[in-house]
């Protein structure tokens, strides 16, 4: 079961695009800034400011996401082209501590694809206390709006592999 404002869409992209995603991820630079390597994607996100500002623009999103964002408009209730992708790599057992993403940084709905293998994600509202949490599976699109967005905290961890 996921809160209210929850779109979870398993399979929102096939073997093919995740394989020619991979791909392109790898083809880039990866930042070590914080424990999990990242890239950024027309605004640099600053991790100790915890902010996004104007002056954080580093370039239209590349070409290879085109196909991409534009399934996330024409399939979801996205409301727009994003302007923004951070591509988080999470190593087995490796995540991020619960937290609600930067409301003034980002829009009322965030998108997240996960690529390659499963990964948790654990919802607790902040007003209630009541915490859920789901599988994601490998190219899986989740999309957080409203109550999911704003009223609680999300933590995310990639499963250990099984085999």
Known sequence: MLPPGTTHLPGFIGADEEERLVRALDAGEWSGELRRRVQHFGYRYDYRARMVTPDAYIGDLPDWVSPLC???EAETAYGGPPDQMIANEYLPGQGISAHVDCVPCF??????????SPCEMVFR?????EKLSTILEPRSL????GAARYDGRTKSRRANPTG
């Open 70 to 72: 534009g399934r996330l």
């Open 107 to 116: 829009s009322d709905r965030i998108a997240s694809l996960s690529l390659l």
């Open 142 to 145: 989740l999309i957080l709006s």
């Open 125 to 129: 509202n902040g007003k209630t206390g």
